[in-house]
């Protein structure tokens, strides 16, 4: 590895809790270059497109690849709920992992440099800011006070310095930009060349644009509502697969009272994708998302939805009720949510404790460092 040097591998934090999921459509070179990271990790690989093109996996990484014959095999009529032709397709390998944190990353993503020069560990960063609690009932001005070298400022409560526990962190993205088409289109030179050292938890009631790049989570916490839409070929819509399952999970975090980071780890975003495709992929999102985000904010989940999976079918009932007049897409997501729960509950069955049948796993309920009630 040109460029490597034994310090840059660093141990490779949580290795078996950790499932690493890539969507992709046309190679996986890019792996070469994360090998000091990445190779103690097992990779779930969604192949979308042509399921009989063969994707070449470098050599030296644990992996399980699931093509489009794979999903269907899998799911049966079910696999209607995971799109084809979009990067939204990876939400087939958050239902299928077995770990409890999930990394999701792009395939033109490579590994960035801080300020300082060092290579930056993705996974380790994520891994630290999902291990550490959130702060989204209150502001704290010198970002994450869990980080070495910060703390709580003067005038924190005291009373709310436990923190809840993280389910997001939403890692960046130097270079490229994950700008909508419009923007790339007036703005195609721009590169995001600012490293902001910081970590911040998006307060409760707030929503963000959550992106898919580099990204990971708790899946016991919120897998449940990470479903990425029904997207790509044969729908009205694409690139707003990770937009949709942001604003979703992001509600039903603030419900459930789990917090979400955004910020470190960033990674180094290397192709601009086509802003012309984009634009017509996107352009009824961009109308859409003046309906979806106020839908979004007005919402309140019932205090019967104490699981995340309870929290989704609610979710699932008012985006037919409040979205269908926006677009009669919107209810085919509505029922395409409904799918996608019970394939994610066909694959991953409550365990149950034999001797008194009761649920040995039972979906992580409401609250948890610190029961704050719900809106
Ligand atoms: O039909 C497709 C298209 C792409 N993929 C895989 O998805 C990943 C993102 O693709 P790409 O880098 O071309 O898109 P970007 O515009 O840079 O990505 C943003 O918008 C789309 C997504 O929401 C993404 O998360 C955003 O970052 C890449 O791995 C492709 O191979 C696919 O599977 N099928
Ligand atoms: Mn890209």
């Known amino acids: 590895m040109a460029g490597y040097h034994l310090e840059a591998i660093e141990a490779a934090p949580l290795k078996d809790d950790v499932d690493i999921v890539i969507p992709t459509i046309r ?21 979308d497109g042509d399921p009989s093109i063969n994707i070449r996996v470098p050599d030296g990484y644990d992996y399980e690849l699931y093509n489009r014959n794979d999903i269907n095999r899998i ?12 990067g939204g397709c990876r939400c087939f390998g ?50 994450d006070p869990f980080r070495d070298g910060t ?43 600012r490293y902001v050292d910081a970590v911040m938890t998006i307060p409760k009631g707030v929503l ?35 937009m949709w399952a942001g604003w979703a999970a992001k509600v039903v975090c603030d419900h ?13 975003h290397s192709k601009a994708s086509n802003p012309f495709v984009n634009l017509k992929k996107e352009h009824k999102g961009l109308h859409w998302q003046e309906d979806m985000v106020p839908f979004f904010q007005n919402l309140r989940l019932s205090k019967e939805s104490d699981t995340a999976t309870k ?19 919107f209810e085919n997501l509505a029922d395409a949510m409904v799918t996608w729960i019970e394939a994610w509950e066909e694959l991953n069955p409550p365990v149950k404790n034999e001797a008194c049948d009761e649920e040995l796993n039972p979906p992580v309920k409401k609250g ?8």
């Open 311 to 329: 929290c989704y079918m609610e979710l699932s009932k008012m985006t037919k009720e409040n979205l269908t007049k926006v677009d009669p897409y």
């Open 208 to 242: 963000y644009p959550m992106c898919g790049m580099n990204l990971a989570f708790n899946r016991e916490l919120i897998g449940p509502a990470m479903y990425f839409g029904l997207m790509g070929e044969g729908q009205p819509i694409s690139r707003y697969d990770d």
């Open 368 to 375: 948890s460092v610190k029961d704050v009630k719900a809106k």
């Open 75 to 86: 799911l049966g009529p079910r696999a209607s709920c995971i799109s084809y032709k979009d």
């Open 256 to 268: 459930l009272g789990f917090g979400v980071k955004t910020g470190l780890p960033y990674l180094w």
């Open 94 to 143: 958050f239902m299928v992992s077995k770990k409890k944190y999930i990394y999701t990353i792009d395939d033109d993503c490579f590994v960035a440099k801080d300020p300082s020069g060092k290579e930056i560990n993705v996974i380790a960063q994520h891994i630290k800011n999902l291990e550490t609690p959130s702060t989204p009932h209150y502001f704290n001005t010198l970002y």
């Open 151 to 193: 703390d709580f400022v003067r005038g924190y409560p005291f009373s709310l310095r436990e923190g809840v526990q993280t389910a997001i962190s939403h890692g960046l993205w130097l270079n490229i930009p994950d700008y909508d088409a419009p923007t790339q289109l007036v703005k195609p030179r721009e590169r995001n060349t």
């Open 27 to 47: 190679s996986l070179d890019f792996l070469e270059q994360w090998r000091p990271f990445l190779r103690h990790y097992h990779l779930i690989i969604v192949q």
